[in-house]
């Protein structure tokens, strides 16, 4: 049964927490007013860049959304690597291609749009990983899914999604491009991940100095900038 009466019917639904993920992605398209959600009032958030290919950035973002979590933060590990597959290491919930599906729709509906609609959708789209206690999204379907997002998309998701979490864990592409740019110009903290080896220091080396001048002729970076190398 899909409807009952003209209204929606959800009583095929078995288990308590799916019926709630349910109401909660119905009120976000019916209600008529934004939700009680906060936009970007809660904290920080994290970007993970890794300067050169395979020096642990992936390793390094998780392992600091388990930390976070383990002292009592609520936390969202937030990948827009083409590749990440979340769902590996964590209990996570829709695809990163759904996500986008969301947020776009949410966009088309133009001044009816408010960001607690957008929160409530995409809060019932989570999964909180039951023994990590961390939250996040499944990767894209498709890497091509991923190219044909825009950072300005990027940068506003991660902003609604700050205002649902203490923390938020992004985790980037290992290159500079614009939703690179983006988050540099949003989050709190960047940290450049390297693993101390010849060809990732030369790789750091041209990276914060490509940074470095586009923050000088731009007024670029917002929050802190931190370096982490991973074998040490």
Known sequence: IQTWDGCPAMCKYQKAGTLLKKIQALAAKL?????????GTQGGSIAFVGTAGGVGTTTAAMGCAVRMASIGRNVLYFSVQQNARPENVF??????????????EWKSMGTDAGEGKLQLRLKSMISTDKELGVDSFAGFNLPLDALDIKAAEVVELVEVLSGL???????????IDDVLIG?????????LVSDGSENANHCLQRFSSSINELNNSGELIKGEVGLLYTKF
């Open 165 to 175: 979490y203490d923390v938020v864990i992004i985790d980037l592409e290992n290159r």
């Open 91 to 104: 209990q996570s919930g829709a695809s990163m291609s759904e996500v986008y599906y969301a947020y776009r």
């Open 31 to 39: 209600m008529g007013e934004g939700g009680n959600f906060s936009l």
């Open 183 to 191: 988050m540099l110009k949003s989050v709190n903290w960047t940290i």
